[in-house]
C-alpha cells in the first residue's frame, strides 16, 4: 500500500516535448510553427512576446489568450488539477509559463487589471523561478 504524504501538496506537472520548440530553435517563423502545430502554447507564446514587443498589445493578448488556453489542455491531459507546481526548469513547461506571463502582461497595458492580478498570482504560483525570469 502506497502512503501519500498530505503536506507534500499536489505532484510537478511536467509536459512532453513540444514538437513546436525545434523549429523555432532552428530559426522559423513563428506564425509558421503556430500554423504548423496550432496545439503549440510556446508557438503561441513567441507570438504574443513578439507582439507585445512591436507594440500590438491586442494581437499579444490574443496570441497569449490562446497559448494560455492551449496549455491548460495539454496540462489537464497530463494529470494537471487546475492547480500545483508547473516548475520552470523543465524545458517542455516553459510554452505555457510564458503564455500566462504574456497574458499578464497583455492585460495589463490595455487595463485588465484582475486578469493581470490573477495572471501573475498564477505564475508565481506555478512556479517561483517563471515569475522571477519572466517579470
Keep these: 500500500m502506497e502512503l501519500n504524504n498530505l503536506l507534500s501538496g499536489p505532484p510537478e506537472t511536467l509536459l512532453p516535448v513540444d514538437p513546436a520548440a525545434a523549429e523555432l530553435a ?13 496545439t503549440s502554447s510556446l ?11 512591436d507594440g500590438r498589445t491586442i494581437e499579444g493578448y490574443a496570441y497569449a489568450r490562446t497559448g ?3 496549455a491548460l489542455d495539454l496540462l489537464r491531459r497530463n494529470g494537471w488539477k487546475g492547480h500545483g507546481p508547473v516548475p ?3 524545458e517542455p ?10 497574458l499578464g502582461k497583455a492585460a495589463a497595458l ?11 498570482t498564477f505564475l508565481r504560483d506555478s ?3 517563471a ?5
Design 88 to 90: 520552470w526548469e523543465h
Design 26 to 38: 532552428d530559426g522559423v517563423a513563428p506564425a509558421e510553427v503556430a500554423a504548423n502545430h496550432p
Design 127 to 129: 512556479s517561483p523561478a
Design 43 to 53: 508557438a503561441w507564446a513567441v507570438l504574443a512576446e513578439g507582439a507585445l514587443a
Design 68 to 70: 494560455y488556453h492551449r
Design 93 to 102: 513547461n516553459r510554452g505555457f509559463l510564458r503564455a500566462l506571463a504574456a
Design 110 to 120: 490595455i487595463d485588465e487589471k484582475d486578469e493581470a492580478e490573477r495572471c501573475a
Design 131 to 135: 515569475a522571477d525570469a519572466l517579470s
